[in-house]
C-alpha cells in the first residue's frame, strides 16, 4: 500500500542558537555527542528572537534545540512550536521569568552568574567535550570558572591562553548590527567548527581563527584609543563611533574593559547604523557581578546579572542610562 505523504515525511531538526562562542560551542559539545542533520538558524548576538523565523513552519515531531537565546524572548514562537506539536529542548542561562511545563518542552535552564549555556551543556553530558565548554566560558568572559576548569582537566598555561584567545575571538566575531559587520557569518562559523572533537586541532588545522585574531587586534587597538565619555572608580562609559569596527569590537572591548577594572561597571554604547540609537554592552563589576540585566530591562534590554545588552537605546536616553548605572554601583 503506498505510504500517505503524512507518514513520508522525515521529522527535521532545527538548532537554533546565538552566534556568539557560548551558543555556538554549545552547539558543537551537543551535536558531537548527538550527530544529526540540522537546519542552522543563528544570526548576530544581539539578535535574540531567532525562534520565531522556523516557529510557523514546523511541523508534528520535528526536533528544536535552542542555544543559549532568552527563552522570554521567544516565549511566542516557543508556544507557536509546541502547538504545532514539536519537540523542544532548551539550553540557556539568560534570565528565564516565563518558564513553563509542557510535556514536549525539555529546559536546561540556570541562571546563576558563574555558569554559560555552554557549561550546562558541558553538565548534561558529563563532561564529555569540556575542552569546548572551557573555550565558550573564556568566550562569555567567566575567566576564573574557565581558569579552574583547565587546570583540572589538566591543561597547562600555554594549553589554557590558547583557548581564551580561541573562545574570546568566536565571541568577537557575533557583535554587529548586522551579518555584513562580522568577518564571518555565525552559520559559517559554526559549520567550520563542526568537523572539530577539539579545539585544538581547529586550533593547528583551520585558518578561520587567524582571520578573527587579525580582526581582533586591529578593532581592540581602534578602541583602546577612544577616551571615556564619564569614568570615575565606579563606574565607565564609553561612546565608540559609528563605524563596522565599532560595532564588532564593542562587546570584546566591554570585556577587556571589565577584567582591567574589575571594581568598576562598565557601559559601551555603539550607534547604529540605521537610526538614532545606540547598542549598549552593560558589563556589572567583576567584583559585584549582579543587576546588569536589571538596568537593560529598563531601557528596553536584558541579558544576565553580570553583563546585559540594550539593542536600541535613544541617544537622548544615554544619560538617563548613565545615571541609573551610576544610582545602582556608586
Ligand atoms: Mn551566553
Redesign the pocket.
Known amino acids: 500500500m503506498p505510504e500517505s505523504p503524512l507518514s513520508m515525511r522525515v521529522s527535521k531538526a532545527y538548532d537554533v542558537f ?1 552566534g ?1 562562542a ?2 555556538i560551542l554549545a552547539r558543537q559539545q551537543w551535536r558531537l555527542v548527538h550527530p544529526r542533520e540540522c537546519e542552522l538558524i543563528t544570526g548576530v548576538k544581539r539578535d535574540v528572537s531567532l525562534l520565531s523565523r522556523i516557529a510557523p513552519h514546523v511541523e508534528a515531531s520535528d526536533d528544536i534545540t535552542a542555544f ?1 537565546i532568552s527563552l522570554d524572548a521567544n516565549i511566542d514562537a516557543c508556544n507557536v512550536a509546541l502547538q504545532r506539536q514539536a519537540h523542544i529542548v532548551w539550553f540557556d ?2 534570565r528565564a521569568d516565563k518558564q513553563f511545563i509542557h510535556p514536549h518542552f525539555t529546559a536546561h535552564i540556570n541562571t546563576a552568574a558563574d555558569v ?3 557549561l550546562i551543556v558541558d553538565r548534561v553530558l558529563d563532561g564529555t567535550h569540556r575542552a569546548w565548554a572551557i573555550t ?1 566560558a573564556y568566550g ?1 568572559n567567566l575567566i576564573r570558572v574557565a581558569d579552574r576548569l583547565a587546570a583540572s582537566a589538566g591543561y597547562n598555561t600555554n594549553q589554557a591562553v590558547a583557548l581564551r584567545a580561541l573562545g574570546e575571538c568566536i565571541n568577537y566575531n557575533a557583535y554587529g548590527e548586522s551579518i555584513e559587520d562580522l568577518h564571518i557569518s555565525p552559520v559559517a562559523l559554526a559549520n567550520a567548527i563542526a568537523p572539530y572533537i577539539s579545539p585544538f586541532t581547529f586550533l593547528e588545522s583551520s585558518d578561520v581563527f587567524s582571520t578573527l585574531d587579525a580582526g581582533y587586534r586591529d578593532d581592540m587597538h581602534h578602541a583602546l584609543n577612544i577616551k571615556a565619555e564619564f569614568a570615575d572608580a565606579s563606574v565607565a562609559l564609553f561612546v565608540l563611533p559609528n563605524m563596522a569596527w565599532a560595532r564588532r569590537v564593542s562587546g570584546a572591548f566591554a570585556n577587556d574593559c571589565a577584567n582591567r577594572h574589575p571594581a568598576r561597571a562598565h557601559a559601551i554604547a555603539t550607534p547604529n547604523h540605521q537610526s538614532a540609537t545606540y547598542t549598549v554592552s552593560i558589563r556589572a563589576p567583576i567584583a559585584n557581578p549582579n543587576h546588569a540585566d536589571v538596568v537593560a530591562a529598563e531601557f528596553g534590554g536584558g541579558g ?1 546579572k553580570s553583563a546585559a545588552g540594550i539593542n536600541q537605546l535613544a541617544i537622548a536616553d544615554l544619560p538617563c542610562l548613565l545615571k541609573k548605572i551610576q544610582h545602582i554601583y556608586s
Do not use: K, V
Request: aromatic share 0%.
Open positions: 546565538n556568539d557560548d551558543g543559549d542561562h539568560h554559560c549555556t555552554s565558550a562569555d544576565r
